[in-house]
Structures are given as structure tokens and as C-alpha cells.
């Protein structure tokens, strides 16, 4: 009979009326036919496999990953509530082990949307993933989580977010940023200096196949997990590598998802990007639903996939080869690198810019963090968005230690209103966030 | 008049309805091996000394394909399906003579790879060396696109009695679902067939020629010759008829539950504004899951016959039966025992019945009208408990869009309709338990039968509609049309009303019971590429809601 090996759970909402506009990528179009797909297949009839409904998320919930300027209603909608909601709902599922692992099919998606948000970039106003780990670190307590993105932009707003957390590992796998939207996410890119070596960015060429993506998860993200011992593996699944995504130039397909699934064996998958919505998003939600919940995804396969001519070259082998020895190096050299980045106390600048193209809004920041050996280590992110408002955040972690606790407030009570237009607080040991202005 | 008769799992009713009420009710005893002769008699008895010629309407519920499936008698079917990419057909085989062949059909309706009609060829040699005389076909996607179906059948044609199709059964998708739908009609037919001829005729020796209509598990009726395409569709008509029955009673505007106390289970089923919920795909029982449009009920294993146990302490209920109460010389103790020891029932041996709850009383360490009371109490708790489970169930289904999530309905029953042998005995406890609106619905036995005499003719339409590609389609009513770039959402509309119409006069409704119209679906989307708008995708499902015909709900009151 068939059944799901693993429990699974489900949170189908495709937002069949919303879209970022009527002919944008991020439409309401995009998961009807894997909705067609999924139901025809009698996907929710398998025992084993439950849909949820999804909840809306709340400005708390936001509060605990963003800072949102001017606040959280000016910049989302109630779909991007409900799919941030939809996430939180699968999270709940998994931690009362009413599941034992669970897809949120969810859009709009997230993983561009950074710890500032002024708006809209890469189709994202906030990010799911975030928003539903802060979640689960508040509530459940859960220590050490690993995300791994394989959507094939590189997943900046997620990296961003947990650029100065040691306990959050962050992988990327994504077309080469020299390639692609948003240009990052190269193999240098590895956390602050208090979590060097907790981020880390894989960047595969164009071309890149089912092999080479497989090639990186048994060589690098599977031995990298079993060294950091997540308590909680996340993928953010983004479905653009495959070789008919238009945004896109890769070689990936339903089978081999299938497959990097049930390598990976997520705890939670978040659906992200993938913009083939005939070709290929129906095949390739299928394949990872039925490798979440254990059913045989032989039989996935495109009507027009044919592997000989999606093969990628010896060039493309090497190159994804040499990467993954310089990631694997890199993580190697984690603590060493930590240790060599600077003194405990003092205080390290960064400067960004960030463009966010689906709202037309350019961001300029200076971050300061206090170098810690304890914790993550608090910082402030003076933000300056044109068109916009001029603000400050500062983020004290979950695990902070007093002494960042304390440098926290102090940065927070030292701003001047009259300089920005909005002062933030996220206090995340004390699950609290505070705003003047 | 009208007749309705509904066959029960112990009695069948039937009852004569004029405009003034019920003018005669007649019961006899279900006899499951001969259910012919039992459908027989409940129509001579209600017939004696009544002019056939003044009967307009018969109606028929029946438990003939229920106890086929039951009893594991259904006739050997030959069954051909092709899958094309994703999950093994072989999980949905319905038996030996099951054949997975090539050919695809993508979710927009595209051939993605033909029917191989040599391998059609060879499996319809071998079915029918196999003696199979009933087959069903059933493509993945038919419903976008039923070619490979109707090309198979082409090819089966002159091997076979007839032949069902999948595309045939429902608009919804679920391909495993609509296998063993097709799967279903295809093996219950001839005996379907046979029974329903057998009755006509015996019906028109007496003289009553009115077309017979058959009660469906979604609480409507259907002409005995739509049946003839469909037969599974009348499984589980027995539950929709009691729940039909209460409908004169439900509240307007309201949300009400239904319960269908019986000997062994009880029926849960929900009005919403005296309309039935149904099911969101099709029944659905245990492992058996199909697109058979039905009543949204469930049941419980506790009734009044229920046996009553102790286990380390704790009071048991149900779930099986083992003859009827002790007051009526059943062998153990019952709830129905414990309400004639506290007198809320004055039937039956009350010697009896006290000694059979003295021994449950002894094993919890009570008196005996504490031990009773305990029955009783924990009877109404059980069934309320597995109701408001449903409620939370109904209300936490999954929505598609922002529009619905926000605004979604939320069932709140402020009504309790009770049916069955002890329905009154219970309405006042579970009024007193739960401070809710409750009511025993008069006359409750004949209910079930005046509720398949009253229901009416329900159908449903799908329509789908790609300007992309130029099509309206309606492959349910093997109904397709080209359409223009420009064809709206009015357009739609309007083709789904007329095909509805006409589907349902075909099913034998009458045009003054044809105004309950619903859309039950609606979406519309862009579909663009590169950037720029092709087309437009309009889908739609529209129904004839179950209901009562109009012009006797009144008299029953």
C-alpha cells in the first residue's frame, strides 16, 4: 500500500490572488499547476501526509529576524503574513513531533529580505526562513540550526540575517554571482568576525548539472553538517536550478531534487524561488514531497528531461571540484579565523550597499559589532534608504553574553532622534523589541 | 403523492406523501440477502388500496452497492489506466485484471506521449480470454484532456459489454480516487442493472409507470437511467436520506448538526441555512477514498445497542453490537438498558435491563441509577466529543487564496437535530449536557424514507476554460467549444449554467427545482510568458445544491 515511510507535513498556500503585479514572475500563476500536480496525484489522500492550514504571523514574529522600516504593515501584505504564518505552522508541527519532517509550499518567498527591510528586493518583503527560526529559538529554545539554501540566487537576505550568528549555519549553493542576480556569494563571504566559517557561500558555474549539485552535497554540505551537529537541518528550496527556470541558467532536474532531498533530510523545507511553473515547479514539488515523506520518486521524471544533452562539461566538474576544496578548507579554519579577527570588546565596522530592485529603493549601511568570544556579539546597523527614512537598529542575540547585553542598551539609549527618523531595539534574549522615534 | 423508500440496516420504511403530509407509512424487515424481495414488499404493502395512477414521483435509497462492497461481491472489472510521470500506478491497482499503459497527458491538458493501441490491443485480448466483461479506463489528466481515454475505449469497443470512463465520473482531479470511482461503477453495474430492472418491472405490473429516481450519497436523486452510468454513486445513500429527512426541521440562516442515532452507530452529518455540507473531494471511508460527491458525514461506533464493558475500571461503549438490549432479551447490557433503568424509556423488560446494568454498576463500584446515569452521560459525551472534532476539522481545511483564509467560513452550529430509535431519550439529556438547542426529530423512523421521497435531482458541472489554447471544456459532459481571446468571465458562466441545466433535466429534475444554483469554485488566472500575457485560465464548478423539493416541506410540520 502506499504510505509515507516519514510522517510529513504539508502547507500548501500558492495565494491564488496575490502577485507583485500582473506580469511579474511572482504571480498567481506560479503554483496552479503544481497545485494541479499534487492534487491529481492524490498527494494529500497518502496516510502519512498532513496538510496544515497555515496562520497569519504576527509583527512580533517579524520583529524577532527584521528590522522594518517604517514598520512591518507599510512594507507586507496579508499573503506575505499568511506565507511567513505558513512556515511557523510546519515549525509547530515538527517540534510537537505531530510530523517528522515538513514542506511549506508557500509564496511569496523570502531569502532576499535582509535584518533591514525597507521594502521589496528579489521578490522578497520579508524573510520566512528567519522569521520562522527566530521562532522556533524563542519558543522551542532549539540551539544549533542549519539552513541550507539551494535556490539559485544566492540566498543574501538569509546570509545577511545570520552573518554574526555562530549557532545558525548558513550554506548557499547558487549560480556564480558574477552570473546572476544579486552578485554575491562568493567563497570569501564567511560570517562576521564572531561567526567566521558559519556562513558559507558555494557558487557553481553556469551549466552546472544534477552531478555537480550532488557532487557538493556529498562532498562539502553533508560532511559540514556532520561536524556542526545542527539540532535542526532547514532547506530553503528554491526550485530555480532547474534547466528550463527562464531567470536562470542551470542544469538541475525533478529527479535530482528528489535525490538532494533525501540526501539532505531536511527537518523543515521552505519553498523560495523557481519561476519554470510548467515545466518544471509540478515535477519538482512532487519529487521532494515524496522524498520528505519516504515514497518512491522513480517515476518523477519531466516529459522532456533527457540527461545526455543536460550533461555538464569536464571544465564545469573542475571548477565545482575546486570550490568545494577552498569551502571545505575555509571551514576547516573556522575557529582559527575567528580567533585572528580581532580583539574581544573592540568595536568593527562594515560598510554595504544594498539595491533592492522589485521596490527601486537604494540602501546605504555602516554596521558596528563588538568583537566577542562569548556570544555572537551585539551590533548596530545604521541604515539610510533612498527613497526613505534614515534609521538605526540595534540587535542584541539570543544567546548574547551580559556584557553585549549591556553594550546593547547602551548603543540604543545613546541614539539620537534627532539624527534618525526611527531607533530599534531587537532584544532577542529577552524575546523583546523596543523603538523611539 | 409521492413515494419515498428507504432500506435500512435492520427496517425498511416507506411512506405515501400527499400535500398534506404523510398518508401512509409502512415498515418491513430488511432481509440483506434478498433486498429485491424487501424493496418488493415495502411497495405492495404501501400500495394496497392506493390508485397507482395518482403517484407522481417514487424515489429509492437503497444499501444494494454498499453491501457489494461490504461483502466483497463485486464482479471482476478489467481496469487499463495510464499514469505518465509520477507516482507508480501500481499503488492503485484494483485487482488482477489491472494494466498500466504507456501514454501522458500533462496538468494543462498536453499529450506528452501517445497511446500505444497495439498494447491496447493485447491487453483487450487477453481480458477477454480472461472472461471480463466490464472494463474502465482511466488516463492521468483526463479531465484536462480525456483523448486517450476515448481513443482506448475505441479500440475496447467490440470486446466488451460497456465500458466506463474516467474523465466520465467527476471534474475534480485526483487520479487514484477517480481509479477506483471508475473502478467502482464498473464492478457494480450488472448487479445494479439487474436489481433496478427487476424492480421496474415488478413496479409496472402494478401499474406504477412514474419514472424511479435513486437517492445519491450527496443527498439528491438522479433517473434510474443516469444510474445506469453511475450506480456507485448511490453507496452510502442510507446516511444522506436521514440527514435529508431532518432538513424541515433545520433552522433558516443557521448552522445545525445532524445526529443519526441507530442500534450500532451514530450518523454526524451538518446543515448549513437547511442545506447539507458535503464532502470537499468525495466519500470517504477508512482506506476507501473516491470522487463520489457526498454528504459530509462520519459515524461513530455507539448506538443504542451498544455493548457496555469495564476495563481496569473504565467504562467502554461500543463499538460492536451483540443482539439487541437486555430488556429486549440481547444477551449483554446496552446504553438502551441503562435509560430504561432510569426511566426515561418505558419499554421492554425493566427486570432485565436492571440486571444486566447491576453488573456494570458492581465492576465501577456504583449504584445502580449512578452506574445508568454514567451510561447515559457518557453515551451523549461520546458522540458530542467525535462532532466537535468534526467542526474543527470542517473549519481548519486549507484555503488556496488570501480572499478565503481572511474570509473563510466558520461552521458554528447553534442547533442539534437528533434522528433514530432513542432520538428523543437523548435530545433532552444532550440539551441538559450542553446547554444547546436540541430536538428529536417527530416521527423519526419514517424520516429517513420521507427524506429520500423529498429530496431533489443535484448535479454538478466543471468547467475549464484556456483562451491560450482556445477551449472551453466540460469533458464530465463530454462538452468542448473553441473559444475567442476576449471570452470572459460572464461567458463562462453563462455556458456553465446551460450545460448544469441540461444536466440536470437529463437527471430527471423538475424546472421549478432547478433555481438553488451555487458556484462552488471560481478562479481566474494570467498566464504569461516572457513576460507578456498569452491567455487567460477560467475554472469553475457550479451545483445544484441538495435540497427538498419545493411544496411539501411545509406539511410536515
Known amino acids: 500500500m502506499l504510505k509515507a515511510l516519514h510522517k510529513t507535513g504539508l502547507v500548501f498556500f500558492p495565494a491564488f490572488d496575490w502577485a507583485i503585479d500582473p506580469t511579474h514572475p511572482e504571480r498567481e500563476e506560479r503554483l496552479l499547476y503544481t497545485q494541479d500536480q499534487v492534487t491529481e496525484e492524490g498527494i494529500f489522500d497518502i496516510p502519512g501526509i498532513i496538510e496544515y492550514k497555515p496562520m497569519l504571523a504576527t509583527a512580533e514574529d517579524i520583529r524577532r529576524a527584521q528590522f522594518c522600516v517604517p514598520d512591518e504593515a507599510s512594507i507586507t501584505t496579508e499573503s506575505h503574513l499568511i506565507s511567513a504564518g505558513g512556515a511557523k505552522v510546519i515549525a509547530d508541527a515538527v517540534m510537537n513531533k505531530e510530523i517528522q519532517n515538513g514542506f511549506a509550499l508557500i509564496r511569496p518567498p523570502g531569502h532576499h529580505s535582509m535584518r533591514v527591510s525597507h521594502g521589496g528586493r528579489g521578490f522578497c518583503h520579508i524573510n520566512i526562513e528567519a522569521i520562522m527560526v527566530e521562532y522556533i529559538r524563542s519558543r522551542y529554545g532549539v540551539k544549533r540550526i542549519a539552513i541550507v539554501d539551494t535556490d539559485c540566487h544566492h540566498g543574501d537576505g538569509t546570509d545577511n540575517i545570520y552573518w554574526h550568528d555562530p549557532d545558525v549555519l548558513f550554506l548557499s549553493l547558487h549560480q556564480d ?81 528528489a535525490e538532494l532531498t533525501t540526501l539532505l533530510k531536511p527537518d523543515i523545507a521552505v519553498l523560495e524561488g523557481g519561476y519554470a511553473i510548467e515545466g518544471a515547479l509540478p515535477y519538482v ?68 550597499e544594498i539595491f533592492y530592485d522589485t521596490d527601486n529603493i537604494f540602501e546605504r549601511q555602516k554596521e558596528r559589532i563588538r568583537i566577542c568570544k562569548d556570544c555572537g556579539g551585539c551590533f548596530e546597523i545604521d541604515s539610510q534608504a533612498t527613497p526613505g527614512f534614515h534609521i538605526l537598529g540595534v540587535h542584541i542575540p539570543i544567546n548574547a553574553c551580559p556584557a553585549c547585553i549591556e553594550k546593547g542598551y547602551e548603543l540604543f539609549d545613546a541614539a539620537s532622534r534627532e539624527k534618525y527618523d526611527h531607533v530599534f531595539l531587537m532584544d532577542r534574549p529577552k524575546d523583546a523589541y523596543h523603538r523611539k522615534n | 403523492m409521492i413515494i419515498g423508500l428507504d432500506v435500512g440496516g435492520t427496517h425498511t420504511y416507506a411512506v405515501l406523501l400527499s400535500n398534506k403530509g404523510v398518508e401512509k407509512s409502512v415498515r418491513v424487515t430488511t432481509d440483506h440477502e434478498d433486498l429485491f424481495s424487501t424493496v418488493l414488499s415495502g411497495f405492495t404493502q404501501l400500495l394496497e388500496s392506493v390508485d397507482p395512477a395518482q403517484i407522481e414521483r417514487a424515489v429509492i435509497s437503497t444499501t444494494l452497492t454498499t453491501n457489494a462492497i461490504i461483502q466483497q461481491t463485486m464482479a471482476p472489472v478489467g481496469m487499463i489506466v495510464s499514469a505518465g510521470p509520477g507516482i507508480d500506478p501500481e499503488f492503485f491497482r484494483t485487482g488482477d485484471h489491472y494494466y498500466a499503459v504507456s501514454g501522458s497527458i500533462n496538468h494543462r491538458g ?17 481480458m477477454v480470454d480472461d472472461g ?36 466520465h465520473v467527476s471534474g475534480n482531479l485526483n487520479f487514484p480516487r477517480r481509479i477506483a470511482t471508475t473502478h467502482l461503477n464498473a464492478a457494480v453495474f450488472s448487479l445494479h442493472k439487474s436489481f433496478f430492472e427487476a424492480v421496474k418491472k415488478s413496479l409496472v405490473e402494478k401499474g406504477l409507470t412514474v419514472p424511479i429516481r435513486i437517492l445519491k450519497a450527496d443527498g439528491g436523486t438522479m433517473s434510474l437511467e443516469t444510474s445506469m452510468n453511475f450506480p456507485g454513486q448511490t453507496v452510502l445513500s442510507g446516511p444522506a436520506a436521514s440527514i435529508m429527512g431532518a432538513i424541515p426541521y433545520a433552522p433558516e440562516g443557521q448552522d445545525a448538526i445532524v445526529l443519526d442515532i441507530g442500534g450500532t452507530t451514530t450518523d454526524i452529518a451538518f446543515l448549513v441555512d437547511k442545506a447539507p455540507l458535503l464532502e470537499p473531494v468525495g466519500i470517504q471511508r477508512g482506506s476507501y477514498k473516491s470522487l463520489i460527491r457526498s454528504l459530509r458525514t462520519d459515524s461513530k461506533g ?85 462532532t466537535f472534532v468534526m467542526i ?53 423512523p419514517v424520516a429517513n424514507a420521507v427524506g429520500a421521497a423529498l429530496a431533489r435531482t443535484t448535479c454538478e458541472v466543471s468547467l475549464y476554460a484556456d483562451t491560450e489554447q482556445g477551449i472551453v471544456t466540460a469533458h464530465e459532459e463530454d462538452f468542448a467549444e473553441p473559444i475567442s481571446k476576449t471570452f470572459s468571465e460572464d461567458d463562462l458562466m453563462e455556458t456553465a449554467y446551460t450545460l448544469l441545466r441540461e444536466k440536470a433535466i437529463n437527471a430527471g429534475a423538475d424546472p421549478e427545482n432547478l433555481e438553488e444554483v451555487e458556484v462552488v469554485e471560481f478562479q481566474k488566472f494570467n498566464i504569461i510568458r516572457n513576460f507578456s500575457p498569452r491567455g487567460k485560465i477560467f475554472r469553475t464548478k457550479m451545483q445544484l445544491k441538495p435540497g427538498l423539493i419545493k411544496g411539501y416541506e411545509t406539511v410536515l410540520h
Open chain 1, 177 to 257: 554571482g558574477r552570473t546572476m542576480f544579486p552578485g554575491t556569494g562568493f567563497p570569501g563571504e564567511l560570517g562576521g568576525p564572531n561567526a567566521k566559517g558559519s556562513n558559507l557561500n558555494i557558487p557553481l558555474p553556469p551549466g552546472t548539472s544534477t552531478e555537480g549539485y550532488l557532487y557538493v552535497i556529498n562532498h562539502c554540505v553533508l560532511p559540514v553538517l556532520e561536524e556542526f551537529k545542527p539540532d535542526l537541518v532547514i532547506n530553503s528550496a528554491g526550485q530555480d536550478n532547474h534547466y528550463t527556470d527562464p531567470l536562470t541558467n542551470m542544469n538541475f532536474c525533478a529527479q535530482g531534487y
Open chain 1, 285 to 352: 514539488n512532487l519529487g521532494i514531497i515524496l522524498a520528505m515523506a519516504g515514497i518512491d520518486y522513480a517515476g518523477v521524471v519531466e516529459p522532456d528531461y533527457n540527461p545526455e544533452k543536460l550533461k555538464q562539461s569536464v571544465s564545469i566538474t573542475d571548477k565545482i571540484k575546486k570550490t568545494t576544496k577552498q569551502i571545505n578548507t575555509y571551514w576547516s579554519q573556522r575557529f582559527q579565523m575567528r580567533e585572528d579577527a580581532g580583539k574581544p570588546g573592540e568595536i568593527q565596522i562594515r560598510h554595504k
Open chain 2, 110 to 126: 498536453r499529450e506528452k506521449a501517445p497511446v500505444n493501441e497495439m498494447q491496447i490491443q493485447d491487453i483487450a485480448k487477453k
Open chain 2, 132 to 167: 471480463i466483461q466490464y472494463v474502465g479506463v482511466v488516463s492521468k489528466f483526463c479531465v484536462r484532456n480525456p483523448s486517450h481515454e476515448i481513443l482506448i475505449k475505441r479500440i475496447l469497443n467490440k470486446y466488451f459489454k460497456k465500458i466506463f470512463l474516467g474523465h
Open chain 2, 302 to 386: 455507539i448506538g443504542g445497542d451498544s455493548v457496555l464493558r469495564v476495563k481496569d475500571g473504565n467504562l467502554t461503549i461500543g463499538p460492536d453490537r451483540q443482539g439487541p438490549a437486555m430488556a429486549f432479551g440481547g444477551p449483554l447490557p446496552t446504553p438502551t438498558d441503562a435509560m430504561i433503568v432510569l426511566n426515561v424509556m418505558d419499554t421492554g423488560n425493566r427486570e432485565k435491563a436492571v440486571a444486566g446494568i447491576e453488573t456494570i454498576a458492581r465492576q465501577l463500584g456504583l449504584s445502580i441509577e449512578d452506574a445508568a446515569e454514567k451510561v447515559f452521560k457518557t453515551c451523549c459525551t461520546i458522540i458530542l466529543k467525535k
Open chain 2, 392 to 444: 474543527d476539522q470542517i473549519n481548519s481545511q486549507p484555503v488556496y487564496t488570501v480572499h478565503d483564509f481572511l474570509e473563510g467560513y466558520k461552521l458554528s452550529p447553534q442547533k442539534i437535530l437528533v434522528l433514530g430509535g432513542p432520538a428523543p431519550f437523548f435530545a433532552q439529556k444532550i440539551e441538559d449536557l450542553y446547554q444547546i438547542d436540541t430536538l428529536a426529530v417527530p416521527n423519526s
